[in-house]
């Protein structure tokens, strides 16, 4: 059966999981391992059952599905494997198996498929988040009615940044994403003020759409494909790295040449088009113009992006940046670059298992009693304000681009300036 609809992701699922030699490096890296102590619940355990899958030597059935279904695609154990498997594609062979003996395994249900909708149109997505925070008045079962406190942010305005001292000479392309534009755009205002600041001329493209992240995720692969394609379109007619604020959607644009296997010509565009992108933070680490940052003297903690740290390999920059900010007590926390348990749309799908995980996770960031918990991408700000709140936890959630601006605005102020902008 699985012979039969042999295509390229299954040849490479196959090449992966002979690289696999089992050492179980991986159990302690993975999230839902450690959250049941079950091999099922494992990398090495699914890649057990994808391989028996493909090599018709067990059937696709009920377990198959729940086992890579509660999978958070954080991609932790890639980055823990001595032998360098890529996971993603044995997970993502183990599904596309799923969807032709098993269609209705990826079915989603109400809120993910508006979502997924939505994320074409930022601006309708933002209207729909405002109704959203009014959802804990209305009668939603209790894993919809979680979501009303993860909405419950008010983005403030970012002000222009003092001219830079330099000429800006290097273009950067700048990717607003869907979720992050929609709900938190001041990290974007706060990131394109840092990188001007910093001498670099910041550009955008106005027919830039969503990275495609969720629609792939979701089994919608040619509608992912046509997002990238426009994605591509919109960018390659410009020189300059492309940057975002968001870990996943950086993950996705630098996937791009994976969703055109079989399409010679577009993954050729797509191989460069990937090779420019990157977090923001690389551009800021080396800028034309140095910049420093004032705190306030508070405590901080991270929290970091599953995507940006195991995906684009830039999970030091958050923390390399933070130690920069002069007179704030920056406090790593064992677990900063473990998965939080929002994974996209896990936390809708999966509440049980990504409140365990939160709640993990909280309980760490209690310890460390910050008055600020920094975060790198959307899916994280809202997963660790729904914790914060779900422990009564006294601190603020905020995207680091955010902190940063205003502890750039602190420095560039007088000493004797108690006031502190945006």
């Not at 012979?3 to 302690?28: D, Q, S, T, Y």
Request: aromatic share 6%; proline share 7%; charged share 25%.
């Amino acid at each position: 059966m699985v012979r039969a609809m042999a295509n390229v992701w299954i040849e490479k699922a196959l090449a992966e999981i002979n690289h696999c030699n089992k050492c179980g490096f991986c159990l302690p890296a993975c999230p839902t391992y450690r959250l049941t102590g079950n091999e099922v619940d494992s990398p090495r355990g699914r890649i057990a059952l994808v391989e028996g899958v493909l090599k018709d030597e067990i059937s696709a059935d009920d377990g198959l599905v729940a086992s890579l279904s509660y999978c958070l695609g954080c991609r932790a154990c890639e980055t823990a494997c001595p032998s360098g498997v890529q996971y993603h594609r044995v997970l993502e062979a183990g599904k596309k198996v799923l969807d032709q003996t098993k269609p209705g395994h990826r079915q989603l249900t109400w809120v993910p498929r508006t979502l997924l909708r939505l994320t074409h149109q930022p601006r309708r997505l933002r209207r729909v988040a405002r109704w959203g925070k009014r959802a804990t008045r209305w009668p939603l079962p209790s894993h919809l009615k979680m979501l009303a406190p993860m909405l419950d942010y008010r983005a403030e305005p970012v002000a222009a940044p003092p001219p830079a001292l330099t000429s800006p000479s290097e273009p950067v392309l700048f990717f607003h994403g869907c979720v992050q534009e929609a709900l938190f755009h001041d990290a974007n205002q706060a990131a394109k003020a840092l990188l001007t600041a910093a001498g670099y001329r910041v550009q955008q493209r106005p027919e830039e759409t969503c990275c495609g992240a969720l629609a792939w995720h979701a089994g919608r692969e040619e509608e992912a494909r046509t997002l990238a394609r426009r994605n591509i379109e919109a960018f390659e007619r410009d020189e300059g790295p492309i940057v975002n604020t968001a870990g996943g959607c950086g993950a996705m644009l630098k996937s791009y040449p994976e969703l055109f296997e079989e399409d010679p010509a577009w993954r050729e565009r797509a191989e460069r088009f990937s090779e420019r992108v990157s977090d923001w933070l690389s551009l800021m680490e080396n800028s034309p113009r140095p910049l420093a940052f004032q705190g306030a003297g508070e405590r901080v903690v991270l929290q970091n992006s599953c995507h940006l740290v195991n995906v684009e390999g830039g999970g030091q920059r958050p923390a390399e940046m933070l130690s920069r900010v002069v007179g704030d007590t920056f406090l790593p926390l064992e677990g900063q670059d473990r998965c939080c348990g929002s994974a996209g749309i896990y936390n809708i799908q999966h509440p049980d298992w990504a409140l365990k995980l939160l709640d993990r996770k909280m309980e760490e960031v209690k310890g460390a009693r910050p008055v600020r918990v920094l975060v790198v991408n959307p899916g994280c700000q809202l997963q660790m304000t729904l914790g914060v709140r779900r422990h009564q936890v006294d601190a603020e959630v905020e995207h680091l681009a955010r902190y940063l601006y205003r502890a750039f605005l602190r420095a560039q102020r007088q000493p004797e300036s108690g006031h502190e902008a945006g």
